[in-house]
C-alpha cells in the first residue's frame, strides 16, 4: 500500500507538514546537488526544482526509503540537466568563490566531500544513499530499480576511485 507525505493526498497537505517534509529532507538533496553542482546558488535552484516536482508529481511513496531514493534521483537528474546547459552555453567560472558556502556545508571533511564531488555521476548517488544516508545496498536497489549487485559493483569502484584520489592528495 502506499502512503503520501505526511501520509495524506499531496493536494489536501498543510503548509506545517509540507514543511516538515522539506525540512527532513533539504539538507540531504542539497548535499547532493553541491556534489553535483559545486555551487551554492544553483544547488539551491536545484532543491527547489525538486520539491516542485515532489508537489506535481503527487507525492505517493511506499515507504520512507522510496521518499528519498525519488528525491535522489530527482535531483541527481535536475543536477545533470544543469550541467547539460552549463556545457551548453558555458559562464566564467571566479576561482575566488569557491569558498562561498563553506559555512553551510555539513561536513567535518571538505577533503573528503570534495573528492566525492570529483566522482563520475554514475558513483555519486551510491556513494551519497550509502554513506550520507545509511541505506544499505539492499535499500538503495530498491529505491533507485537498480539490482543490488549493480549497486554493490558501483560502491566498490567509487571507494577505489576515492581511496586513489584522497592517496594522491595526501601524498602530493
Known amino acids: 500500500m502506499q502512503t503520501d507525505i ?3 493526498g499531496a493536494q489536501r497537505l498543510t503548509d506545517t ?8 529532507y533539504s539538507p540531504a538533496v542539497f548535499r547532493l546537488c553541491m556534489s553535483y553542482l559545486k555551487d551554492v546558488h544553483d544547488s539551491a535552484d536545484a532543491v527547489q526544482e525538486t520539491f516542485l516536482r515532489l508537489l506535481s508529481s503527487g507525492g505517493a511513496f511506499r515507504d520512507s526509503q522510496h521518499e528519498i531514493g525519488w528525491l ?3 535531483a541527481g537528474n535536475i543536477c545533470k540537466d544543469m550541467l547539460r546547459k552549463r556545457r551548453r552555453h558555458p559562464s566564467e ?9 563553506a559555512e553551510e556545508r555539513a561536513y567535518s571533511d571538505t577533503e573528503l566531500f570534495d573528492a566525492v564531488c570529483s566522482l563520475p555521476h554514475k558513483y555519486k548517488n551510491v556513494i551519497f544513499l550509502f554513506y550520507y544516508e545509511d541505506m544499505t ?3 538503495i ?7 543490488q549487485s549493480t549497486v554493490t559493483s558501483l560502491l566498490t569502484r567509487a571507494r577505489r576511485l576515492l581511496k586513489k584520489a584522497l592517496g ?3 601524498n602530493g
Open 6 to 8: 505526511g501520509g495524506r
Open 93 to 101: 567560472e571566479l576561482e575566488a568563490a569557491r569558498g562561498i558556502g
Open 17 to 24: 507538514e509540507l514543511t516538515a517534509f522539506y525540512e527532513k
Open 141 to 147: 536497489s530498491a529505491a533507485t530499480g537498480m539490482k
Open 137 to 139: 545496498t539492499a535499500e
Open 168 to 170: 594522491d592528495d595526501l
Open 72 to 74: 535522489v534521483m530527482t
